[in-house]
């Protein structure tokens, strides 16, 4: 993620919701791709500041104006009370228990991060509006008593998170119990991600069998796959596969693949912002070939080492906790493939 610029010149960062310097509102306008300050006009609406997007007009989303848990713009022609992040929900949580506008803020913040992204990298997506029953939607769920729990998972483009998730002592307490290295609110929301693209790259595509000589046949039966990981996980996962959980089936072993591969492009944009790696390598150029995988992976495998170093002399864990073998490269080398196809031949009109 880069970091934007008021039109004061102060350095604003993606989840800013006021310039400490001009002291004007901000607003991220999603058309534009840019966080700007704004100013309110008397008929209601904002007016968004600065060199590049003087004079456009926007609303503020429903959920930044009442609910205080977005922070994006809706331009005025657009008769959405939502912003184009927040129209994607189907279920936000149960505001009349307390802790829950906390959980809903933090799960906000990284569905935005996410849908950032995909509009950054020109993924196409589509609300259930507009893509039917395999558009995409947010359901944000809690435990009830009586009931079985809520599995944070994906069905038809509908990614379903428990919500106890958006709590970092509950998470910290599950990625211990499954002995996992790391585990975030951002890597969920990529990793259920990765299950919708799957539907839109090769389901009823006849493009599996490609997909198979790679990941493995998912035709294999899932819900046992999952049991049989979570009785008994593979103790040799770490040639084949990104993480642990990759291993179970070839769907997860996809999903992880593809959430790294979101890692990876927005750790590098944000390396690149900062200077940390060339410039080329963070750029939006897109991606074209294998050369060029191995240009952005040469590159990640720079930053990742000096970003594990900062860590160890910082006594913190390893902020990195993966290793990219050769097969595992080769499987985000087809991830990066599949976006760059999806990019140049897809449509990139989103659901607005
Ligand atoms: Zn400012
Ligand atoms: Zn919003
Ligand atoms: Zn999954």
């Known amino acids: 993620m880069r970091r934007f610029q008021c039109h004061c010149g102060n350095r604003l960062f ?23 300050a704004i100013r309110p006009d008397p008929d209601g609406a904002w007016t968004a500041l600065g060199p590049e997007v003087d004079g456009r007009r926007y609303r503020q989303c429903a959920h930044y104006e009442h609910a205080g848990v977005c922070n994006w713009m809706v331009p005025l022609d657009d008769q959405d009370h939502h912003c184009l992040a927040c129209r994607l929900n189907h279920v936000i949580p149960d505001l009349s228990v307390l802790q829950n506008w906390r959980r ?12 950032y992204q995909l509009l950054h990298l020109g993924l196409p997506f589509q609300g259930k509006r507009a893509g039917g029953h395999r558009g995409l939607a947010f359901a944000f769920l809690a435990d009830q008593p009586q009931a079985s729990p809520i ?26 119990k499954l002995g996992e290295p790391y585990r975030t609110l951002l890597g969920h929301f990529r990793h ?46 770490q040639e084949q596969h990104i993480s642990r959980y990759a291993s179970s089936h070839p769907w997860e072993d996809w999903a992880e693949t593809w959430a790294h591969y979101l890692h990876m492009r927005d750790a590098l944009e944000t390396a690149g912002d900062l200077g940390l790696v060339l410039e080329s390598c963070a750029s939006t150029v897109r991606f074209s070939d294998r050369d060029d995988f191995q240009y952005l992976l040469d590159a990640w ?21 993966f290793t990219i073998t050769p097969t595992v490269a080769r499987k985000l080398e087809a991830v990066h493939r599949e ?12 659901d607005r």
């Open 14 to 36: 993606f989840d800013n919701t006021y310039c400490l310097k001009c002291h004007h509102q901000l607003g991220f306008l999603p058309d534009r791709l840019t966080l700007s």
């Open 301 to 321: 495998l720079e930053l990742t080492m000096a970003m594990n170093s900062m860590s160890r002399s910082m006594g913190s864990p390893d902020m990195y906790p």
């Open 339 to 350: 976006v760059h196809g999806m990019v140049t031949v897809g449509s990139t009109a989103q």
């Open 192 to 237: 259920e991600s990765g299950h919708y693209y799957w539907e839109r790259f090769f389901a009823d595509t006849g493009r599996q069998p490609a997909f198979r000589a790679l990941f493995g046949d998912e035709r294999q039966d899932y819900a046992q796959a999952l049991r049989d990981h979570y009785r008994n996980p593979n103790p040799d996962w």
């Open 151 to 176: 599995s944070t998972g994906h069905t038809n483009g509908l990614i379903t998170i428990n919500i106890e998730e958006a709590d970092p002592v509950r998470r910290e307490a599950v990625r211990e």
């Open 104 to 115: 809903w803020a933090k799960l906000e913040a990284a569905k935005r991060r996410l849908v």
